[in-house]
């Protein structure tokens, strides 16, 4: 027997409706787990009072959602003095940091990939005194965030929308903002800042090098009025060097921690979670967390891609 006790925390109203996943999950996970605990959460919340209450009880957290369930639990849980590991099955619609971690898309591979024991400490971010695992947005992203409407998130995924929102943006309001960060200060104007731990947003894999989470580093993107169609093609995968020499439509800042202040009071987007406004604290909390990771060929198998296919459906 592999963990004495472990708790399952279930969002089925994350995600698609999936037949089989919590069953899946259970069937692959049962034979390792003493005393497996099932939460069901009933409402907006529930995943972080039920995490903070009780996380530290156990050996195992299993977190069946997507990433708002995975900012909920591990907001929960990392205070703890003795935080349970972590496993995200990911049961959401972009469930951005298990693609960080390389987890299978499908919630039974990914709980056998956690039998697969390749656990370890995870950076985190802190933005005013919540932790989050993937990222934080100020600006554009906070508005795109804000206009999704969930019916049609759920038709057509939460990344067609993004792209569906900036494609007819026709502009963007830029918001003046003052950054400062390990090294000095940014004064300036940007319809976007965008402040990444993990390497995913919206499906799509982020531009950074290196996994993210192990590096006690947070990548920062400034993006300026000039720039949206040409920022979406970095944060799409394009190659960052390209656009340093741009004008200064994008800077890239890597730093451990740094203060945004803006003008007017501005909504923080957390993990997809808008709760927050500005000033806006923020700094990496380096291998705050053990999660549990999937194999190096993971993530981009042809096999995944086929499988996220056959659940979305495009827009164009
Ligand atoms: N029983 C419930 N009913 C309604 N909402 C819930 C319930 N339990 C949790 N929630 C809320 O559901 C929201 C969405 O969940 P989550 O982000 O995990 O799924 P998603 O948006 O489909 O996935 P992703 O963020 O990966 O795209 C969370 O903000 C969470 O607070």
Known sequence: MRWGKAMLVYNRKAGKEKAGQLGDAVAALAGEVGELTLVQTAEPGDGEKICRERGSDYDLLLVLGGD??????????????????????????CNDFARTLRLPMQVGRAAEEVLAGRVHDTDVGRVNGRVFTNFVGIGLITDTSENIDSDQKERIGKLSYFLSTLRTLRQAEPFKFRLKHDEGTVDSE?????????RSLGTAKLPFAGSGVHDGILDVLIVREAGLSLAWQVINGGDLTDYRESGGVIEYIQTSSLLVDTDEPKGIDSDGEIYL?????????????????????????????????DTRSSID
Not at 288 to 293: A, E, H, M, V
Request: overall charge negative; charged content about 15%.
């Open 68 to 93: 708002g369930t995975v900012h909920e639990c591990i907001n929960g849980v990392a205070e703890a003095a003795r935080p349970p590991e972590i496993a995200i099955l990911p049961g959401g619609t």
């Open 190 to 198: 940007a319809v976007m800042i965008l402040v990444a731990n993990g």
């Open 277 to 309: 406004q500005t000033p806006a604290e923020i700094s990496v909390q380096p291998s705050k967390l053990r999660f549990y990771y999937g194999p190096e060929t993971t993530q981009g198998s042809l096999v995944d891609s086929l499988a996220e296919l």
